[in-house]
């Protein structure tokens, strides 16, 4: 038996693959799975069978399928449950649509979505386990029920939630194929060039810092990370973008664009807390510490999603307003760019 474990750290799902030994008798795949996968549990094999995330030589089969030598298989689950004890906690939370096995929201700049350390309460997670209390898939214990996707701490905008284990498979599976489209708009400094196009090159922890990213464009770490993006308007310093991405690494449109010298604006983790772009004229500085002020984050929103119903197969898509915070920075800088022209 050769197992390849092609995991992604950076992802809320797993891929493992197997090659079934010449000498394995007939047994049940969701037997044979389970004494193969680590802390896996046969029932939870089984909730991936049923949404389609187990396949033998490239189809999908039932927990009850019979392995046979030299079958390849392929299984996809969802992240693990961790030890940690989880505190479900009342917070309010923008709920933008929900049924019986998804939940969407819109969430706020500043709230981290799960737990993690010096992060044990006060999450997207915390909250989900309070609404959702007499769901079984959060009383599992795990880190991250339901969730198959994340936005950073200060990234603003939507989210979608699973709520049983047959959603989160299937979702997970769609996040997994790039089936789903996320759009997010960014105010950037500078003009990029072109004014629309793609940004490419391996996203992986900095090698100084863990905390941040990098992009080695050599390919020699990371992984392969890529970034649309088309110009909204430009304020001359600054510009309002939409960034589509085709891969999710982790501060992907972040780390993509301070790597091409157009850092996200107010983004101190990758040099967007700068005065990178215009005058040393002080009424114009301290008009960009105003905008900080008003904007003490990074001006990144998950705009839109759009992923196929885990259940009847339609297509859904969601699209949010951009906050305040950045509504108003963007006001700012259209009276800015508008008194410069009228001088």
Known sequence: MAEEDISDP?????????????????????????????????????????????????????????????????IVLPTPPREIELIPENIPLKIVYEDNDVVVVNKDPGMVVHPAYGNYSGTLVNALMWHFKDLPLFQTGELRPGLVHRLDKNTSGILVIAKNELALNRLSRQFYERTTDRRYEAIIWGNPEPPEGTMTGNVGRNIRDRKIMQVFPDGSQGKPAITHYKTIESFGYVSLVECKLETGRTHQIRVHFSFNKHPVFNDEEYGGDQILKGTTFTKYQQFIKNCFKILPRQALHARSLSFDHPVTGERLSFETDLPDDMKQVIGKWRTYISGRENL
């Open 10 to 74: 950076q992802e809320l799902f797993e891929h493992h693959r197997f090659l079934v030994d010449p000498g394995q008798s007939l047994l049940r795949i969701d037997k044979y799975l389970s004494v193969r996968l680590e802390n896996t549990s046969r029932s939870r094999i089984q909730n991936a069978a049923e949404a389609g995330n187990i396949l033998v030589n490239n189809y999908a089969v039932k927990s009850n399928y019979k392995v046979k030598p030299g079958d390849t298989i392929q």
